[in-house]
């Protein structure tokens, strides 16, 4: 039973691996986290991958990013070395993001692609009452929190001549 399991995924690994290979020879790409950042800040990311041995503060900040971006992630098996390795590079690769798949179909094949994305339902919209609704506007004498009194103007009292 457990050597059908690692044959599956060592099989799963080389795909991945290859489906990497094709993207690096024709597509586009950016190596590293502040590239990526930056290109999911943008919005020109369409896949994130991350090594399983990145930190956990910088993994949850990506997945945000991503999140918010709509771009798919998938976490990659190897550490940030065998991601570099798949790459073709000599180095270490702890965020890869993909701009540009090129002839590779990685996309849509991935697990956290955007082809599984679209098949996720849209969330339903908050109902009247429900946590998290909008809040109601603020009334045009409320600065803040603290309602704003009007002046009045002061009452002209009469001089006393005499």
């Given at each position: 039973m457990v050597a059908t399991s690692t044959k599956k995924t060592k099989k799963t690994q080389e795909s991945i691996n290859s489906r990497l290979s094709l993207v690096m020879k024709s597509g586009k790409y950016t190596l590293g986290y502040q590239s990526s950042?930056?290109?999911?800040?943008?919005?020109?990311?369409k896949l994130i991958i991350i090594a399983n041995n990145?930190?956990?503060?910088?993994?949850?900040?990506?997945?945000?990013?991503?999140?918010?971006?709509k771009t798919g992630v998938h976490h990659y098996s190897g550490s940030n070395i065998d991601l570099g390795t798949a790459c073709?590079?000599?180095?270490?690769v702890g965020v890869?993001?993909?701009t540009d798949p090129g002839d590779s179909d990685i996309i849509k094949q991935l697990p956290g692609g955007e082809g599984s994305a679209?098949?996720?339902?849209?969330?339903?919209?908050?109902?009247k009452g429900?946590?998290?609704?909008?809040?109601a506007p603020k009334p045009s004498n409320v600065v803040g929190d603290k309602p704003v009194e009007k002046k009045k103007p002061a009452a002209s009292k009469?001089?006393?001549k005499q």
């Open positions: 950042t930056k290109s999911l800040r943008l919005g020109k990311a990145c930190p956990p503060l910088r993994k949850s900040e990506l997945e945000y990013y991503a999140m918010l971006s073709g590079k000599y180095y270490r890869l993001s993909i679209e098949a996720a339902p849209a969330p339903a919209a908050p109902t429900a946590k998290g609704a909008a809040p009469p001089s006393k």
